[in-house]
């Protein structure tokens, strides 16, 4: 069954984000297995734009550039040109079905009127959306709000991990409706570098944004140095110009300086306690052959001292333990690094998510 699919994406894209790379490999293992694709975006991005893939951009804005995630006053403005598009494309008669990701994208679907729609759920909004308004009630309440009312509206939801389902199901989607279906990573992008005896930096890799937490993991390194002065932070980002005590800023503007960073021998740490969505800074770390330490509310791909190492979620002083553990340990590190690569080989690969999209599509299609 080939199917024309219309993909949702209300961001910029293409950019080194989580959200615009599981969008980019969804769509790319979506083509491989014989689906044609036309993902529809923002009018700009940051870095080299995808191969293979059929893209339409909504019209650039004046002086908007934003890549962060979140709020922002011209995110109304094109996420109406984004239902204008999406709407002329559904007028040719060609689409089969809309998969749309994230919030914004299952509005914009809605708002088109095409059905079926599959929605792609990376997160909650109850649990996100205070983060970018200080831990607001308020937006918790909002956000609670539309994670009732949104979801059960669309006729497919995939959701990355269990505790995401079931939360949606709690808020009236139905059971039968709600596939569970890990995020991929194309493991092929990165290469597992040698683990030396040397002492190995730290590296986190990613956005700044308030729910990545990046405070924890600056009290986790204060409690690091004071056994191992010499300890270096490297945090490998996006962000124009970031400044972060006591860390040395490595700019991330393509996937190749995100490989870059991640070649050399080092213990990665992914501070992040928001539990409804699945950091691919974890399966890109992974797929490099990299021992992680993450916490507990975010390390769904980690097993403790199997592929990783999950430490309680905002205890500074067992994250700092795990890092030191690790750093004096190379053959810990690479133990867990090779662990953590057959991981995301057997169960994150673009062939297994493409194969699990396609029955859902089938039994969506056929209803």
Same mark, same amino acid.
């Given at each position: 069954?080939?199917?024309?699919?219309?993909?949702?994406?209300?961001?910029?894209?293409?950019?080194?984000?989580?959200?615009?790379?599981?969008?980019?490999?969804?769509?790319?293992?979506?083509?491989?297995?014989?689906?044609?694709?036309?993902?529809?975006?923002?009018?700009?991005?940051?870095?080299?734009?995808?191969?293979?893939?059929?893209?339409?951009?909504?019209?650039?804005?004046?002086?908007?550039?934003?890549?962060?995630?979140?709020?922002?006053?011209?995110?109304?403005?094109?996420?109406?040109?984004?239902?204008?598009?999406?709407?002329?494309?559904?007028?040719?008669?060609?689409?089969?079905?809309?998969?749309?990701?994230?919030?914004?994208?299952?509005?914009?679907?809605?708002?088109?009127?095409?059905?079926?729609?599959?929605?792609?759920?990376?997160?909650?909004?109850? #649990?996100?959306?205070?983060?970018?308004?200080?831990?607001?009630?308020?937006?918790?309440?909002?956000?609670?709000?539309?994670?009732?009312?949104?979801?059960?509206?669309?006729?497919?939801?995939?959701?990355?991990?269990?505790?995401?389902?079931?939360?949606?199901?709690?808020?009236?989607? #139905?059971?039968? /409706?709600?596939?569970?279906?890990?995020?991929?990573?194309?493991?092929?992008?990165?290469?597992?570098?040698?683990?030396?005896?040397?002492?190995?930096?730290?590296?986190?890799?990613?956005?700044?944004?308030?729910?990545?937490?990046?405070?924890?993991?600056?009290?986790?390194?204060?409690?690091?140095?004071?056994?191992?002065? /010499?300890?270096?932070?490297?945090?490998?980002?996006?962000?124009?110009?970031?400044?972060?005590?006591?860390?040395?800023?490595?700019?991330?503007?393509?996937?190749? #300086?995100?490989?870059?960073?991640?070649?050399?021998?080092?213990?990665?740490?992914?501070?992040?306690?928001?539990?409804?969505?699945?950091?691919?800074?974890?399966?890109?770390?992974?797929?490099?052959?990299?021992?992680?330490?993450?916490?507990? #509310?975010?390390?769904?791909?980690?097993?403790?001292?199997?592929?990783?190492?999950?430490?309680?979620?905002?205890?500074?002083?067992?994250?700092?333990?795990?890092?030191?553990?690790?750093?004096?340990?190379?053959?810990?590190?690479?133990?867990?690094?090779?662990?953590?690569?057959?991981?995301?080989?057997?169960?994150?690969?673009?062939?297994?998510?493409?194969?699990?999209?396609?029955?859902?599509?089938?039994?969506?299609?056929?209803?």
């Amino acid at each position: 069954m080939n199917l024309h699919i219309a993909m949702v994406g209300a961001c910029p894209f293409p950019a080194p984000q989580g959200s615009q790379v599981l969008i980019a490999d969804t769509a790319r293992a979506l083509v491989s297995a014989g689906h044609k694709v036309t993902l529809l975006v923002y009018g700009y991005g940051a870095g080299e734009e995808p191969a293979g893939l059929r893209i339409v951009r909504v019209p650039r804005l004046p002086r908007v550039r934003r890549i962060r995630a979140g709020p922002s006053v011209a995110k109304p403005l094109l996420d109406a040109l984004l239902v204008y598009a999406l709407r002329r494309l559904v007028h040719q008669g060609t689409i089969d079905l809309i998969h749309a990701h994230n919030y914004e994208g299952l509005a914009a679907a809605l708002a088109a009127g095409k059905r079926p729609i599959v929605y792609h759920a990376h997160n909650a909004m109850s #649990d996100e959306l205070p983060f970018y308004f200080r831990g607001s009630r308020t937006a918790a309440a909002f956000g609670a709000l539309l994670d009732r009312s949104l979801p059960k509206r669309a006729g497919h939801i995939v959701a990355h991990h269990e505790r995401l389902a079931a939360y949606l199901v709690h808020e009236g989607c #139905d059971p039968s /409706a709600v596939t569970v279906i890990p995020p991929p990573v194309d493991a092929g992008l990165f290469q597992a570098g040698p683990v030396l005896e040397d002492l190995p930096r730290v590296l986190y890799t990613g956005n700044l944004d308030a729910y990545q937490n990046i405070g924890l993991l600056l009290e986790a390194m204060a409690t690091v140095r004071r056994t191992q002065p /010499a300890a270096r932070l490297t945090v490998a980002t996006s962000v124009p110009n970031a400044l972060l005590p006591g860390a040395q800023i490595v700019p991330v503007t393509s996937l190749e #300086d995100l490989r870059a960073a991640l070649e050399p021998d080092a213990v990665v740490v992914c501070p992040r306690v928001s539990w409804s969505g699945y950091p691919i800074k974890l399966l890109n770390a992974m797929a490099a052959g990299k021992a992680v330490v993450a916490c507990k #509310d975010a390390a769904y791909p980690l097993i403790h001292d199997i592929n990783g190492v999950v430490v309680p979620s905002n205890d500074a002083e067992a994250m700092g333990a795990a890092v030191l553990r690790l750093m004096h340990h190379p053959d810990l590190r690479a133990r867990l690094g090779r662990a953590a690569r057959e991981t995301v080989l057997s169960n994150h690969s673009l062939t297994k998510l493409a194969r699990r999209l396609d029955e859902v599509y089938a039994k969506i299609v056929a209803r």
